[in-house]
T-cell receptor, first 115, second 112 residues
């Protein structure tokens, strides 16, 4: 079946501009995660959605970052007034279950470059 | 102290060698342990997953967890050029948001 998809695959933007990154999770997966992978830093948790519950935003690095998930499926991560330090690969993952531990399946990522 | 420590140094081995990778973690609340493989310009894919101390084998891959010392390892036997990738260790808790804590990853190159 189809895996997690993300778009765009690459994004180049100028400092100060807003960007939107999209994630389509695996159909039926109720949990959705955003992570950021910076050079030499590993993956860093950003935000978590589970069903219709309020998202866990504890990993967002600043109030320039926000995310929403519409209809329990597609999610959009928005970065306002981008800075050069926002340059990274943004990865989305989805999983079938929480409570018990659900395996997270990752998308290919969006490579963001802020000039 | 980072939740998961993984020495990010690159590793080059000849084809057929055993690759040994390891991580340490700081929080005993972590109960799930994973190794992800990430090819260049791709997302991480789950390679091994375990929730108990001991060894778990899957073909040429063995994951080892020692909860008493908070140490996790991955061994790749008879390494192949197709194993060339970055390997990320990850841990998770069975409650809360189930977010994963990752190590920085090891880039492995298997030389034919």
């Amino acid at each position: 079946g189809a895996g997690v998809s993300q778009s765009p695959s690459n994004k180049v933007t100028e400092k100060g501009k807003d960007v939107e990154l999209r994630c389509d999770p695996i159909s039926g997966h109720t949990a959705l995660y955003w992570y950021r992978q910076s050079l030499g830093q590993g993956l860093e948790f950003l935000i978590y959605f589970q069903g219709n519950s309020a998202p866990d935003k504890s990993g967002l690095p600043s109030d320039r970052f926000s995310a929403e998930r519409t209809g329990g499926s597609v999610s959009t991560l928005t970065i306002q007034r981008t800075q050069q330090e926002d340059s990274a690969v943004y990865l989305c993952a989805s999983s079938l279950a929480t409570g018990s531990f659900g395996t997270q399946y990752f998308g290919p990522g969006t490579r963001l470059l802020v000039l | 102290q980072k939740e998961v420590e993984q020495d990010p140094g690159p590793l080059s081995v000849p084809e057929g060698a055993i690759v040994s990778l390891n991580c340490t973690y700081s929080n005993s609340a972590f109960q799930y342990f994973m190794w992800y493989r990430q090819y260049s310009r791709k997302g991480p894919e789950l390679l091994m997953y375990t929730y108990s101390s001991g060894n778990k084998e899957d073909g040429r891959f063995t994951a080892q967890v020692d909860k008493s010392s908070k140490y996790i390892s991955l061994f790749i036997r008879d390494s192949q050029p197709s194993d060339s990738a970055t390997y990320l260790c990850a841990t998770g808790r069975p409650y809360g948001n189930n977010r994963l804590a990752f190590g920085k990853g090891n880039q492995v190159v298997v030389i034919p």
